[in-house]
């Protein structure tokens, strides 16, 4: 068996639009609008650095059909660079690239391999010893363990699965083709190659078992460093795993604490730093920045009073960063004023909301009925409202979050005073 190395990747979505992209002065909207090819082509040029022997796309290469052929020429015109260094692409589809999806069809060079859709099929590589089996989605919304139908290891080969799940259910992602974690491990495969989970994780070292995570961040909920998996196999067994990074922008939510600040100017001297410390840890990146001002104090109302200013403030401060560097998504304002202990005291009227508030929150039954309801009106809403990936109807987690910026707001509104910014 010959040494080789491979890269795993999933979840490119290609020329899937980055969201929360608001057109102002300055912002970088053209730059970063085809961030997914290019971290595709990063990719490609990784491969063609280190000399891989394949690529392992594990489901999601496509965000769907395509608005025309310029999609599939552009993985197709990567996919030839890597067929003039012979390496192999292996790919299943998932959810949002499923046969049903994708109806445009496009020769693709002989070095890719499209996994059926059908049932799970096996290829084998007898110059490395490796055979890899996978099953792509045939429909969008596949509830079956396809793990279950992939054939025996073949004895004496180095052997990988390539599939496209959401695991044992991950938080944020439909449950799609559920799989056995304890089954997957028992295989006897020395390597799965997972996809639909956005964010890297290892589920086991012995056999390896891993999301790598997408390659390119596509809003604000898809924040941190993206990239895929290098993977190193010697002697039948993984010698060494690397996490690489393709992206060219980061998403990135800076939560800044103003409690204590008394004037406009150090919160705007807070920001600055909170900018430059992400600045320092971007890797180069272009950073899209989601400000989040926190804390109770009497700051709040002069910040509450003039929203306009502060967010035009604090897009001119990340430009100073450089064009390339930082700018800014989305500023949230989530301070309350400071609450006089009379305002505060048990049995008050605030005191009161604010304690049902926290008990809805916290009520588990009254959540599955609050989601029960949005999910059952979510049709009738615009389905623009939904497309940025935030508004997530049916995560408790996102809701809880909305409730506790609701209780903020109402707490604000009902003590505000006349803002100061002088």
């Not at 004895?155 to 056995?180: K, M, Q, S, V, W």
């Not at 190193?232 to 800076?254: G, T, Y």
């Not at 989305?330 to 004023?337: A, D, G, H, R, S």
Request: aromatic share 8%; hydrophobic share 40%.
């Amino acid at each position: 068996m010959t040494d080789f190395t491979f890269i795993h990747a999933a979840d490119i979505h290609l020329d899937s639009p980055l969201l929360g992209l608001e057109r102002y002065e300055g912002a970088p909207v053209e730059y970063v609008r085809g961030a997914t090819r290019r971290a595709f082509k990063n990719m490609a040029d990784l491969a063609l650095k280190e000399e891989v022997k394949f690529l392992l796309l594990a489901g999601d290469l496509y965000d769907g059909d395509w608005r025309d052929s310029n999609t599939g020429l552009f993985f197709a015109s990567q996919a030839a660079r890597l067929r003039e260094a012979d390496i192999k692409i292996f790919l299943v589809r998932g959810n949002h690239d499923a046969a049903s999806q994708i109806t445009r069809q496009l020769r693709l060079p002989d070095n890719v391999c499209d996994l059926s859709t059908e049932y799970p099929e096996t290829k084998v590589l007898e110059d490395l010893g490796v055979a890899i089996h996978g099953q792509g989605f045939p429909t969008a919304a596949l509830l079956d363990d396809l793990s279950r139908q992939y054939p025996e290891p073949l004895p004496g080969y180095f052997n990988i699965g390539l599939l496209h799940t959401c695991a044992t259910g991950r938080e944020g992602h439909d449950n799609y083709a559920p799989c056995d974690i304890g089954y997957l491990k028992n295989k006897g495969y020395g390597y799965w190659a997972l996809g639909h989970v956005h964010k890297q994780e290892i589920i086991s070292e012995e056999p390896w078992i891993i999301f790598p995570g997408n390659t390119q961040g596509r809003h604000i909920r898809e924040s941190g460093a993206k990239g895929c998996l290098l993977v190193r196999v010697r002697e039948r067994q993984i010698a060494n795993i690397e996490r690489r990074m393709l992206d060219i922008l980061r998403w990135h939510p800076c939560q800044i604490d103003v409690g204590d600040l008394l004037t406009y100017d150090q919160v705007l001297e807070a920001a600055r730093k909170n900018i430059d410390r992400a600045l320092a840890r971007s890797e180069g990146r272009l950073l899209a920045l989601r400000l989040i001002f926190t804390g109770a104090g009497g700051i709040h109302h002069k910040l509450a009073g003039n929203r306009d200013r502060l967010r035009d403030d604090l897009r001119s401060l990340a430009m100073e960063s450089g064009p390339d560097s930082a700018w800014v998504e989305k500023v949230q304002l989530k301070t309350v004023p400071r609450a006089g202990a009379k305002d505060m005291q048990p049995g008050s009227p605030l005191a009161s909301l604010l304690q049902y508030a926290g008990e809805f929150s916290s009520d588990e039954k009254l959540m599955d009925e609050l989601i029960s309801e949005l999910q059952r009106d979510r049709n009738a809403l615009p389905a623009d409202i939904f497309a940025s990936g935030e508004l997530d109807p049916a995560d408790p987690a996102y809701l809880r979050e909305l409730l506790s910026e609701a209780e903020e707001m109402i707490l604000s509104r009902l003590l505000e005073k006349e803002p100061d910014l002088g």
